[in-house]
């Protein structure tokens, strides 16, 4: 990383604090440490080396396991080109699962699952309309993630 990457206001970096507010040492345990004096050697400044050791520390505690756990998931649901074909169809709408097994021509046995990992990572939601059951994208956000990743080249590997 290059000095000039360095948050700056107006030629200087912006100090690092923690949440209480004033700063501490990153160098609560071997491993911050060993990624300080890592830094100093890279960066040829110790003083830099601590802010910046500080920063990514404190952020890597921020880090809550179970929101990983719950953010892998939708990922994993994502990473399947048939459940990618699903919210493909479900972005023009809602529709019963007769009528993604026909656009598909995919068994009711393959589509369920698939629904259900999908509903299972909160992409899409169910409506019970008598004993049908019809599915729509949950968020829009999920619709910009596509359209995005389409247009970024990232399916051709064009960047």
Not at 57 to 71: G, P, Q
Not at 81 to 87: A, D, G, H, P, V
Not at 93 to 112: D, F, H, T, Y
Request: aromatic share 4%; charged share 30%; proline share 3%.
């Amino acid at each position: 990383m290059l000095d000039r990457e360095l948050p700056m206001i107006h030629g200087k970096r912006l100090p690092i604090t923690n949440p209480g507010g004033e700063k501490e040492s990153c160098l609560d345990s071997a491993a911050c440490c060993d990624a300080e004096n890592a830094l100093a050697r890279f960066y040829g400044d110790r003083s830099l080396a601590k802010e910046r050791c500080l920063l990514v520390c404190t952020e890597a505690k921020k880090m809550d396991e179970e929101d990983l756990t719950s953010e892998i998931k939708v990922f994993k649901a994502l990473a399947d080109m048939t459940r990618l074909k699903i919210l493909k169809l479900l972005m023009a709408g809602e529709l019963c699962s007769c009528e993604i097994m026909l656009a598909l021509k995919r068994p009711q046995s393959s589509v369920s699952h698939n629904l259900s990992i999908l509903e299972d990572a909160g992409l899409v939601k169910e409506r019970k309309v008598g004993k049908w059951c019809r599915y729509r994208i949950s968020d829009e956000a999920i619709t910009d993630i596509i359209n995005w990743s389409g247009r970024n080249g990232w399916r051709t590997g064009r960047r």
